[in-house]
T-cell receptor, first 113, second 115 residues
């Protein structure tokens, strides 16, 4: 089975801090994704990556950046955390073929105080 | 632009009754369609997908979904609901002709199965 591991289940940070969310997958997937999930809004794509050192903006990239230095690891960075970034963050990975499903981690519930 | 609509925020059914969770989509080309389930405080779990071929797709936990191209729908169904099916369900789509795109998700439908 595919395993997507997010480093923290719950995280509390303060406004203005730089926050790192880490995601690791163990199936050699080419593609990795970061979503945020908010009640009533579903999942919204922040960034995705097709390969090492490659990244593409999703629908809501403002206030975020990403890093993919190794194939198995995809990091989401909140440059200066704000309260409106309090949310559930979900990482996913997928094989390169478009007809393959995305596999998700259990999420990081981030609170910005 | 691609989009997915799940017209019901919540669906309530009694245990043992059939259930349907609705999904309609919009893509410029042909779709790849997916259903996921999310239990509390967990990530999304893949249930089933439609790529091509038979319009009735069978997936995990006894779920199935019917692809209807003319109605641009991909409704999730189960003949007999279980209390343990209570969860949040997401429909997702990708245009198979647009390389480099992530899945687009609906806003989710909460399924509540009562005993």
């Amino acid at each position: 089975d595919v395993k997507v591991t997010q480093s923290s289940r719950y995280l509390v940070k303060r406004t203005g801090e730089k926050v790192f969310l880490e995601c690791v997958q163990d199936m050699d997937h080419e593609n990795m994704f970061w979503y945020r999930q908010d009640p009533g809004l579903g999942l919204r794509l922040i960034y995705f990556s097709y390969d090492v050192k490659m990244k593409e903006k999703g629908d809501i990239p403002e206030g975020y950046s990403v890093s993919r230095e190794k194939k198995e690891r995809f990091s989401l960075i909140l440059e200066s955390a704000s309260t409106n970034q309090t949310s559930m963050y979900l990482c996913a990975s997928r094989l390169g073929q478009l007809n393959q499903p995305q596999h998700f981690g259990d999420g990081t519930r981030l609170s910005i105080l | 632009a691609q989009s997915v609509a799940q017209p019901e925020d919540q669906v309530n059914v009694a245990e043992g009754n059939p259930l349907t969770v609705k999904c309609t989509y919009s893509v410029s080309g042909n779709p790849y369609l997916f259903w996921y389930v999310q239990y509390p405080n967990r990530g999304l779990q893949f249930l089933l997908k439609y790529i091509t071929g038979d319009n009735l797709v069978k997936g995990s936990y006894g779920f199935e979904a019917e692809f209807n191209k003319s109605q641009t729908s991909f409704h999730l169904k189960k003949p007999s609901a279980l209390v343990s099916d209570s969860a949040l369900y997401f429909c997702a789509v990708r245009d198979m002709n647009q390389a480099g795109t992530a899945l687009i998700f609906g806003k989710g439908t909460t399924l509540s199965v009562s005993s």
